[in-house]
């Protein structure tokens, strides 16, 4: 194309797509603005967050979200991987329209949150009336949240969801877009092209993303109980020398339901999994102290490996990564998928802004804006998130001695406790 013809094409891209003629394959691709790999919560964000503009966007996700199931009897018929969503990933999604879709019986706002120490008496106590919120945030499991915000997309005339998996991708053509290929055989191209596809992201690997990542050689197995004594709304962290240990109130309509986050070693965790339900209950409760009675009954359990992850660049001309594929953090603190929605919400704005002042949406330029919002942020949290574990896993009698100590005196301030929880929560 003539110089000429790509400012065009950049100024008249809108709701409808192009075919554009691949001579060296003789097929057709379809073009998009915005083409994103991946329709978890993060990825269905962004493309929520595209939604009633006339940015032409691409959604490839393989799997179809199903309706989770409008009853849940026992902890059997719950998912078993929740989020802790913040005071500021909430509005993002009451914004893109999905918070509403969520049932009120499939939130459970937590008004408490108490941590522990295993190797002494340190204890620390948030509560949300003293701190003069409603709560400091809400479970819920991630597949209520991955269906709602595929409803909104679905229901966006400018989006295409895709449900096939991208084969390989190709270098910019002559005019800055990139060539996407599923396996259905279908192409596509995209002036800027999202990787939202998780920790093991492709689209990061085919981009030759530097990254830096080491393996805690720890696993979080994660799993739904029934306890024998209510919840009290409030979230239970033990900070093991193994690892720490969550209880997550889960189901507002029953106060006696937990997802837990168990983090611990590859040969605990092995054991773990391997035991028959009664014991595994009984191990479980040992492990808690019992702060919650006896744990009456567990669903399927399952793991996935703990490592660290940063990308070194979140974009490059033409392509950005979003979520788990930029960055990876230790989930003692829940932060993961609500540093995904800053993500979705800091490059919705840049490419909304980019787009009104008729920009490519895949140029450096625009994209860099994105990341040196989000980059600096993100370091932050993970080398927080690191420290927090480093420091409970130290057996120096020393380190523990400091450690209990500390807890002791932060507890005490309230003032602290208030701009950290206010901090965690986005909200400052």
């Not at 929740?82 to 990933?89: D, G, H, K, L, N």
């Not at 800027?192 to 992201?201: E, I, K, M, T, Y």
Request: glycine content about 6%; some cysteine; overall charge neutral.
């Amino acid at each position: 194309r003539s110089r000429r013809q790509r400012q065009m094409c950049i100024r008249d891209r809108s709701l409808n797509t192009h075919s554009i003629k691949n001579h060296s394959e003789n097929t057709y691709s379809t073009h998009y603005q915005v083409v994103i790999v991946g329709a978890g919560m993060v990825g269905a964000a962004l493309a929520a967050g595209l939604a009633k503009t006339n940015i032409s966007v691409a959604l490839i996700e393989p799997n179809k979200a199903s309706a989770p199931p409008e009853q849940r009897l026992n902890c059997t018929d719950f998912g078993a991987r929740v989020s802790a969503i913040t005071a500021q990933s909430e509005s993002l999604l009451t914004q893109l329209g999905a918070w509403s879709l969520i049932g009120t019986d499939r939130k459970s706002p937590y008004q408490g949150m108490t941590v522990w120490d295993a190797e002494g008496t340190g204890e620390v106590n948030f509560n949300a009336n003293e701190l003069h919120i409603a709560c400091l945030g809400t479970i819920v499991e991630n597949r209520e949240i991955v269906w709602a915000l595929q409803q909104v997309v679905e229901q966006a005339a400018n989006i295409t969801l895709i449900h096939d998996t991208v084969s390989r991708i190709d270098n910019q053509d002559s005019a800055g877009c990139t060539p996407v290929f599923l396996n259905s055989g279908q192409q596509l191209t995209a002036d800027l092209l999202v990787g939202a596809d998780g920790a093991l992201s492709r689209i990061k690997q085919w981009g030759e993303f530097a990254s830096c990542e080491w393996d805690y050689h720890h696993q979080a197995l994660v799993a739904t109980v029934e306890l024998e004594n209510s919840h009290q709304y409030t979230a239970w962290q033990r900070f093991r020398p193994e690892g720490p240990l969550a209880l997550l109130p889960l189901a507002a309509n029953n106060d006696k339901t937990c997802s837990i986050v168990w983090s611990t070693n590859d040969e605990e965790c092995q054991h773990l999994l391997s035991l028959n339900d009664e014991d595994f209950c009984q191990a479980l409760g040992q492990a808690s102290e019992h702060r919650l009675g006896k744990v009456v009954k567990v669903g399927p359990r399952m793991a996935f490996p703990l490592r660290q992850r940063h990308a070194k660049n979140y974009v490059v001309p033409g392509m950005a990564l979003i979520g788990d594929a930029a960055h990876t953090i230790h989930p003692l603190a829940g932060q993961g998928v609500n540093l995904g929605f800053k993500d979705v919400a800091a490059l919705t704005e840049e490419l909304l802004r980019a787009h009104q002042q008729q920009l490519n949406l895949g140029s450096l330029a625009v994209l860099k804006r994105y990341e040196r919002r989000r980059q600096a942020d993100n370091l932050i949290t993970m080398a927080a998130m690191e420290g927090f574990k480093r420091l409970f896993a130290a057996e120096q009698p020393i380190i523990r001695l400091l450690r209990n100590q500390g807890m002791r005196l932060f507890n005490r301030a309230a003032a602290v406790k208030q701009h950290v929880v206010m901090q965690a929560m986005g909200l400052k």
